[in-house]
C-alpha cells in the first residue's frame, strides 16, 4: 500500500506554486483557433480503425440559481424551456459525430456534468439518454461507469429512482460547506437533510458510487467550521472525496465578484483547513489518491493507483484513459489520441453552429512528440507518484537523463528538499511531495515558461 501523505508545513510553503491542474498536457491555454472540426473528423475516423472503447462527455449548461464560487461554464435562468432547443442542437451534435464512429464501439464511461444536469425535467432525461443509446453503443449490462453530477436542492427520490432506470450508476454530489454563515456568502443554501436524503437514495437504489465535493477557502470559513462540514461527510460515508481549494479570481469569473474578499480566510487559515482535513479523511479510512481526491481502500480508483494503472484525463483521476473521450455540448472538450478539441464556450455560438449542421469545434491542439512524451511523464507521477526511466526510454527510443538534463539540477534540489526521491532508474514522490506532485509535474512542462501563472490555481 502507498505510504500516507506527510505534512511538512514549510515545504508546502515554498513549493505552493500557482500552475496547472493536468486534466492534460499540454493544457488547455495551449489550444488554438487553428484546430477544429476537420481534425476532429480525422481523428473520429482513426478512432474508429483502432476500434477503440469510448468514454462520453454531456455538459448540461443550465443552473437555477448562481453560487458565486462557481468557475463552470454555466448559464442561469429559471426558464426551463430553455433546455428543449438545446437538446435538439445536442442530438445535431450526435449524430454529426456518431457517423464517424464503428456502432460496435462500446461506450465504457459515460457522465453528465454542468451547470446542473438535473436542471432537465424528468422526460428530457429520458430523451437525452435515448438519443445516446440511438447514436452510441451504450452499456446495458451496468458494467459501465456511468455517473452525473447531482445538486441535491434539484433532486429527489423519484429522480434518483429515474437516474437508476436510465443507467445511471455514479453520482457526485456538490456540498461544499454545511454552514449556514458560509452558504450565505455564496448563495449556495442547502440542508444537511437534502443531502443526506439524496445520498440515502442512491445507496437504496443500489447505485454503485457516491463522491462527494467541498470547497476550502471560501468566505466565512474557519478551520473549526470547516472541520465540522467534514465530520459530517464522514458520517455519510461516501465512496469519494474531493476536496478543493477556492482559487479566488474574480477578474476571470464575474460571478466571484459578488464575494467580499475581506472575508476570505487568510492563506494560514487554508493551510491548516487542509491539514485538518487530511487529518480527519485519513482517521477515517480514506485514501489520498492525488490532486485534492480521497477515496476508500476499495474503491476502483484507490485499487487502480495500487496496480498502477491510475489514469488521468479531462474527467479527473479515471480507471478509463484509455478510451477515447469524446466531449458533447457547450464547452465540452474532447480527446480522441492525439487530439484535443473543445467545442465553443458560447452557447449563441454553439447552438447556431449546430443548426447550420456544423460541429461547433473552435479550438484545439493536436500533440507532437514532445508531447506525448511529457504526457506520459506527467501522467505517470501525478497517478502513481513513480516514474521509471526504463519505462519512458523504451516506450520513446530516448535517454531520459540526456533528454531532461537541463531540469535535473531542479529535479536534485527537490530530491534534496525532500520532495522526491531521485535516482538513476526512476522518481518517487515521498510522502511530504505528494500533496505538492503538481509542483513536481510543473518541471516537465515545456510551455509554463510561456504561461501567465495567473491563469492558474496554487498548489495549495
Known sequence: MLDAIRWDTDLIRRYDLAGPRYTSYPTAV??????????????????????????????????????????????????????????????????????????????EQLHFGGGTPTFLNHDELRQLMALLRKHFNLLDDDSGDYGIEIDPREADWSTMGLLRELGFNRVSIGLQDLDPAVQRAVNRLQSLEETRAVIEAART?????????????????????????????????????????YAHLPERFMPQRRINSNELPAPAEKLQMLQRTIEQLTAAGYRYIGMDHFALPDDELAIAQEESTLQRNFQGYTTHGHCDLIGLGVSAISQIGDLYCQNSSDLTHYQNALAGAQLATSRGLVCNADDRLRREVIQQLICNFSLKFEEIEHTFNIDFRGYFNELWPELEGMADDGLIELSSESISVLPAGRLLVRSVCMIFDAYLGQQNRQRFSRVI
Request: with cysteine; glycine share 2%.
Open 30 to 107: 495551449q489550444f488554438s483557433s487553428q484546430v477544429g472540426a476537420f481534425d476532429l473528423l480525422h481523428a473520429l475516423r482513426d478512432s474508429r480503425k483502432a476500434q477503440r472503447p469510448l468514454s462520453l462527455y454531456v455538459h448540461i449548461p443550465f443552473c437555477a440559481n448562481i453560487c458565486y464560487y462557481c468557475a463552470c461554464n454555466k448559464v442561469i435562468t429559471k426558464d426551463r424551456s430553455r433546455a428543449l432547443p438545446y437538446l435538439q442542437r445536442l442530438e445535431q451534435e450526435m449524430q454529426l459525430i456518431a457517423c464517424h464512429l464503428a456502432p460496435n464501439q462500446r461506450v
Open 205 to 245: 437504489l443500489q447505485f454503485r458510487s457516491i463522491n462527494i465535493d467541498l470547497i476550502y477557502g471560501l468566505p466565512k470559513q474557519t478551520p473549526d467550521n470547516f472541520a465540522r462540514t467534514v465530520e459530517e461527510v464522514i458520517s455519510l460515508q461516501p465512496d469519494r472525496l474531493s476536496v478543493f481549494n
